[in-house]
């Protein structure tokens, strides 16, 4: 995301790295989740919320 910035990316540069940290970012809760047993579907949502269909 800094780099986007710092490349000078308009806003809408800036909201596809955020989107993508975010995407990134839910995907790793999910697998920690179900690797330490634990309730993962509130991410599942988060993510398809952000347009990746849940996966």
Do not use: H, P, W
């Not at 955020?18 to 920690?32: H, L, N």
């Amino acid at each position: 995301m800094a780099a986007a910035i710092a490349a000078g990316g308009g806003s809408s540069t800036v909201a596809a790295a955020v989107r993508t940290a975010e995407i990134a970012f839910y995907r790793t809760v999910i697998a920690s989740a179900v690797a330490n047993g634990q309730q993962s579907a509130q991410f599942g949502q988060a993510l398809r919320d952000l347009g990746t269909g849940g996966a």
